[in-house]
T-cell receptor
């Protein structure tokens, strides 16, 4: 099992550009989520999904879109990048949707917006 | 809304000494509590969780945590620290989702542990 994979590992964007961060898991997990990590602020939830076709907003959803067309994939789209979106982004997945199981995290994408 | 507080930005301990990383929480209803560890340039890894049952929970790499309902705390402990335990530690609590069901996880700001040889 590859677990949770994310691409790219690093990305530099200019203000106003758009891009998609890819996330995939091969554990057949129902729940997937996206977080951003900023110094001193821990991880903040951007969006999450409890299954194909079902997504919802987390704490900091503005400026980001998600979709879940398959169980395996959960891409995160930045519509018009801003310097405030400079961060490290983590995708995670978990078995079930009750929250009693631990989350498995990908290696992260380090994004810089100039 | 659920919340988690990690009152220490950094904890320093000598190798071989016991370590404690503190976490307090605020929830409505029964808490689902987690500890994760992050090594440099890596994603988070699960250490242990409290869902129900015994207040002392044992996890990976010799770590354990004690759930204290009256003090709303879930401190992470290890009897004898190793230099390789140096990392960033996060406490987290589950919050329920909205219309779509599911859940949200609320993370603390993290505590950096330094273990000196």
């Amino acid at each position: 099992n590859a677990g949770v994979t994310q691409t790219p590992k690093f990305q530099v964007l200019k203000t106003g550009q758009s891009m998609t961060l890819q996330c995939a898991q091969d554990m057949n997990h129902e729940y997937m989520s996206w977080y951003r990590q900023d110094p001193g602020m821990g991880l903040r939830l951007i969006h999450y999904s409890v299954g194909a076709g079902i997504t919802d907003q987390g704490e900091v959803p503005n400026g980001y879109n998600v979709s879940r067309s398959t169980t395996e994939d959960f891409p995160l789209r930045l519509l018009s990048a801003a310097p405030s979106q400079t961060s490290v982004y983590f995708c995670a997945s978990s078995k079930g949707t009750s929250g009693i199981n631990e989350q498995f995290f990908g290696p992260g994408t380090r994004l810089t917006v100039l | 809304a659920q919340s988690v507080a990690q009152p220490e930005d950094q904890v320093n301990v000598a190798e071989g000494n016991p370590l404690t990383v503190k976490c307090t929480y605020s929830v409505s209803g029964n808490p689902y509590l987690f500890w994760y560890v992050q090594y440099p340039n890596r994603g988070l890894q699960f250490l242990l969780k409290y869902i129900t049952g015994d207040n002392l929970v044992k996890g990976s790499y010799g770590f354990e945590a004690e759930f204290n309902k009256s003090q709303t705390s879930f401190h992470l402990k290890k009897p004898s620290a190793l230099v390789s335990d140096s990392a960033l530690y996060f406490c987290a609590v589950r919050d329920m989702g909205r219309d779509t069901g599911g859940f949200k996880t609320i993370f603390g700001a993290g505590t950096r542990l330094f273990v000196k040889a």
